[in-house]
T-cell receptor, first 109, second 116 residues
């Protein structure tokens, strides 16, 4: 059983569109992170959320941690081609550290 | 600072061969990790270390071994390579345990391994 399920698995949109990516679990986490991975490179941290209900904004990206700290969402406003990549959530308990299943985003002109 | 470095970048192995993937970090991080990423998939944790001399299994440890003799180095050993080990391997490090608080993992560029 996957600890962190992400949806959708794939997303192909045009530049200027908005999108939301979800990361869901049945477990409660003390914190959750979002990483972005570009082709041929390792993941790079975008944000960490630690408080239930917390909302963080990073330019056109808005991250939210669920009230119960079991899920999170990533919303991108007016997507750009530079947003293309694999988006991964990451969380851990004392016994398990895990990445989500990933959402591959393709933004075209 | 170079961050996290990995060697080699690419490698092709024959079934049954062995090899060591090297990983070095210059950030004085206590925690280091090895992940594998199969095509189009997320990352799965193979092994991790909380400090020199201490290692622990992750989600997919079978077929791999690790050691941590220094803070800087965390090599991953593949014994008797199998086609199922064809993957991209990423090493990462963090100051505190990733998944707790604001601890960020810093990743190396990866090693692309093919077993034929």
């Amino acid at each position: 059983t996957q600890l962190l399920e992400q949806s959708p698995q794939f997303l192909s949109i045009q530049e200027g569109e908005n999108l939301t990516v979800y990361c869901n679990s049945s477990s409660v986490f003390s914190s959750l992170q979002w990483y972005r991975q570009e082709p041929g490179e390792g993941p790079v941290l975008l944000v960490t959320v630690v408080t239930g209900g917390e909302v963080k904004k990073l330019k056109r990206l808005t991250f939210q941690f669920g009230d119960a700290r079991k899920d999170s969402s990533l919303h991108i406003t007016a997507a750009q081609t530079g947003d293309t990549g694999l988006y991964l959530c990451y969380a851990g308990t004392a016994s398990k550290l895990t990445f989500g299943t990933g959402t591959r985003l393709q933004v075209t002109l | 600072n170079a961050g996290v470095t990995q060697t080699p970048k690419f490698r092709i192995l024959k079934i049954g061969q062995s090899m060591t993937l090297q990983c070095t970090q210059d950030m004085n991080h206590n925690y280091m990790y090895w992940y594998r990423q199969d095509p189009g998939m997320g990352l799965k944790l193979i092994y991790y270390s909380v400090g020199a001399g201490i290692t622990d299994k992750g989600e997919v440890p079978n077929g791999y071994n690790v050691s941590r003799s220094t803070t800087e180095d965390f090599p991953l050993r593949l014994e008797l390579a199998a086609p199922s080990q064809t993957s991209v391997y990423f090493c990462a490090s963090s100051r505190g345990l990733a998944g707790g608080g604001y601890n960020e993992q810093f990743f190396g560029p990866g090693t692309r391994l093919t077993v034929l």
